[in-house]
């Protein structure tokens, strides 16, 4: 099958090149372009430079492109960035992004993400925060490998950088879009710019989108996995002088959904899941899109934040501060038993997040010797309650069963980072930067009977728990580049990065505190880019290698009754590979590009994890002829049974990844036609760290295309799209069946795009 892909991927780039296609290269598409043609402008480094210019893997694309490939959320960015991943869970509370393999979708309040999201410079602290609406973008920057130096704290992967637009002195605008598809998917947005005199603007943009759920509940007759969100942003700028900028900002967003199901992906008709699914009417399978849950999914959230920053410029240096406080309110429940019996039905959470942080910046100007100096604060309190109630199966008991668990976290990092650039020769630059971090965190975790149950869920700790952790850190970054020719450099990197400790809240069995230890990146990479033909030719390759010391994972123990997740270190994370990137416009009208990630990410260091369901238990004390065996820890029958991870292939890591896009606009009198068209290829993944062969996705493409035509001067532009052309179903997570779980009994998370959907979109413009 893999090979048959491949070959259908080389295939596809061959006729692509002969194709007037879209391509929406990275590396060369932003609104953000000078003079010269294609040229990019990004602040990967904490100033503004040439995206050329800038030694780091680092990809750029403009919220124009976004919307012409019909991009509106977060979650989507990574059809634009092979190395970008995002893992879907049961709620925003454990899904996140993953960059080079590496990410973490973790429940737990006190341990972060591997990769960073920073909104309009704040810092976000769950990535769950970001993955609404993309509303009035300027750009989006994907920087990849550690990036904790500059940018806030712990990203200790990547980071991914938003960047929404300005407002602009002098103009008045107004910008009207919006889509239909199938799923009865609207979205609507609007776009004002206003001056406020001479030295000010104000630009406010407001939007939403509706869409049918993707899963029917045939219990409770009901579309589940729907979209029904609305946002608002608002942003003022005041320029008094040319020394003085200063920007405000304040942004609600508001989400009310089914959300997040998943389905039954197997399970055998004798097993009680599968019976039970049967008798429903649901046929577990691949691309089932039906459950019969009896208690309701849903996800709200109620976000909103504001944000102030002064930039001034002393000449010698200029002076940034950003001061931002965030609101995150996440209430969701699932049924994780998704059947029509009380197994499990109420499996909720609610979280209260606030979030302050303060950044003091210097930034030299452009120079022979440039620098950047700063000091960042950060203090993020979370307060989540949940509950677990269910008969957990036993239908002969008198009552219910039930946990219920209130953790309150409070996050404190400080610290201190710089980096200096030196030109000694012509066409040598020396970059070296440092960051030190102090993170503290404190937890009171109470976990108790929940009320009207008649005892606790089985295995876990009752009574309260007190904990607190904390890591000191030294991380670094050394550079050294060379400009072979003016429209060619080299560089070459080797970087420590750094991600906070945490403790474990999940499944909590005992009172003793389960200390999560800090992730530990060491990277070294080498890379080239190029800009030939005036900036038509674009050329970025990077090859890397990075080592994680202390991995954070979450793993899924099915040794216990019911089923449940934990935090723990996964020893030695390793991964290398190589990203190129290329992007072409051979004549006027024409632009292709072609991006693609080969990535090898491993456990090296996993001992002593979960067994997959099904995998056969040898007795305790038999001699391990294999890292794969799986053996009870102690003699007693029923003692956990470990296996070794070690040299499995990380979760969702796919090992080859390819983005082929192309746009041809032809005018028509005082119109322009266009016609663009997409391919997305990815790699078989696999789910289990404990190498479980039945939790792997099979390698797919997918085609978007869309045609259409913009007005005059840009003002107003149809598109017909199409995406998923030939209705692909693909899986974003596998996992084994969290109740009723038996050897064959699988599900799987699948987003709106593993189906095809077709529609139109418009856009207006007025003003000037």
């Not at 440039?370 to 002969?396: H, I």
């Not at 975790?445 to 000191?472: C, D, E, K, M």
């Not at 400790?501 to 069995?509: A, D, F, K, R």
């Amino acid at each position: 099958m893999r090979s048959h892909l491949l070959a259908q991927t080389a295939l596809m780039t061959a006729l692509f090149a002969a194709l007037p296609a879209y391509a929406q290269d990275v590396s060369a598409t932003s609104s953000d372009e000078t003079a010269n043609e294609g040229e990019i402008i990004v602040t990967a480094q904490k100033r503004e430079e040439r995206l050329r210019d800038v030694p780091l893997a680092v990809s750029a694309v403009s919220g124009t492109a976004l919307l012409s490939q019909q991009i509106t959320t977060a979650t989507d960015l990574r059809l634009v960035s092979p190395s970008l991943n995002f893992t879907p869970s049961a709620n925003a509370r454990g899904e996140g992004f993953a960059i080079r393999g590496v990410g973490t979708a973790i429940f737990s309040d006190t341990v972060e993400q591997s990769v960073g999201v920073v909104v309009d410079g704040v810092v976000v602290g769950r990535s769950g925060q970001a993955t609404g609406d993309l509303l009035d973008l300027e750009r989006v920057e994907i920087l990849r490998g550690p990036q904790g130096m500059l940018f806030g704290k712990n990203a200790s992967a990547g980071l991914i950088s938003i960047n929404t637009r300005r407002p602009q002195l002098g103009e008045t605008t107004m910008e009207l879009k919006g889509s239909y598809a199938t799923l009865n998917e609207i979205k609507l947005s609007a776009v004002g710019n206003l001056p406020l005199g001479d030295i000010a603007a104000i630009r406010i943009a407001v939007g939403g989108q509706t869409a049918d759920g993707t899963v029917y509940n045939r219990k409770l007759d009901v579309d589940v996995n729907n979209r029904n969100e609305q946002n608002a942003r608002a942003r003022l700028l005041i320029e008094p002088n040319s020394a003085l900028v200063i920007n405000i900002s304040g942004d609600w967003q508001k989400r009310r959904s089914r959300c997040c199901a998943w389905t039954a992906r197997s399970a055998p008709a004798s097993s009680p899941f599968g019976a039970l699914n049967a008798a429903s009417g649901v046929i577990p399978s691949i691309g089932n899109r039906e459950i019969a849950a009896g208690a309701p999914f849903f996800q709200n959230v109620d976000a909103w934040g504001t944000s102030g920053q002064i930039d001034y410029d002393f000449g010698f240096a200029t002076l940034t501060s950003i001061t931002a406080y965030r609101r995150w309110k996440n209430a969701d429940n699932n049924d994780p038993d998704l059947l029509p019996i009380n197994i499990l039905d109420i499996n909720d959470g609610v979280s209260n997040l606030r979030q302050f942080s303060q950044e003091l910046r210097l930034t030299s100007p452009a120079g022979p010797v440039e620098w950047v100096a700063g000091l960042f604060y950060y203090n993020q309190q979370n307060r989540t309650k949940s509950n677990q109630t269910g008969t957990l199966g036993a239908v002969a008991l008198p009552s219910l069963l039930g946990t219920t668990l209130d953790t309150d976290t409070k996050n404190v990092s400080k610290a201190a980072f710089g980096q200096i650039t030196v030109r000694p020769l012509d066409g040598l630059k020396l970059i070296g930067g440092f960051r030190y971090t102090e993170e503290e965190i404190d937890l009171d975790l109470t976990q108790l009977r929940a009320p009207g149950t008649v005892a606790t869920i089985p295995g876990r700790f009752s009574g309260t728990i007190n904990g607190n952790t904390g890591a000191n850190n030294w991380s670094y970054r050394l550079t050294a580049q060379v400009d072979v020719t003016p429209s060619f450099m080299v560089y070459a990197t080797h970087a420590r990065g750094f991600k906070g400790p945490g403790i474990n809240t999940l499944g909590v069995s005992t009172s003793v505190t389960e200390v999560v230890k800090p992730e530990i990146p060491t990277t070294y990479e080498i890379g080239g880019r190029g800009a030939w033909l005036n900036n038509r030719l674009n050329f970025n390759i990077a090859a890397y290698q990075t080592k994680y010391e202390n991995f954070q994972a979450q793993v899924f123990d099915q040794g216990v009754v019911p089923g449940r997740f934990r935090v723990t270190n996964a020893g030695q994370l390793d991964t290398k590979g190589v990203e190129v990137e290329l992007g072409v416009r051979p004549t006027a009208g024409l632009s292709l590009s072609a991006n693609a990630s080969y990535l090898d990410a491993k456990y090296a260091d996993f001992e002593n994890i979960a067994c997959y369901t099904g995998q056969t238990i040898l007795p305790f004390g038999t001699p391990r002829t294999s890292d794969r065996q799986c053996i009870r820890v102690s003699a007693a029958p029923s003692a956990t049974a470990v296996t070794n991870g070690s040299g499995n292939a990380l979760t969702n890591a796919p090992e080859l990844t390819l983005s082929l896009f192309g746009r041809y606009e032809q005018p028509v009198g005082d119109l322009t036609g266009f016609v663009q068209t997409s391919f997305q290829f990815r790699d078989k993944v696999s789910f289990s760290a404990a190498g479980d062969p039945n939790l792997q996705q099979k390698g797919f493409g997918i085609f978007n295309g869309s045609v259409g035509v913009n007005g005059p001067d840009d003002r107003w532009n149809l598109t017909f799209f199409v995406k998923n052309l030939f209705d692909k179903f693909y899986a974003t997570n596998i996992i084994s069946q969290p109740v009723l779980n038996a050897p064959g009994v699988y599900s799987q998370f699948y987003t709106p795009d593993s189906r095809r959907l077709v529609g139109v979109s418009l856009g207006i413009k007025f003003g000037q």
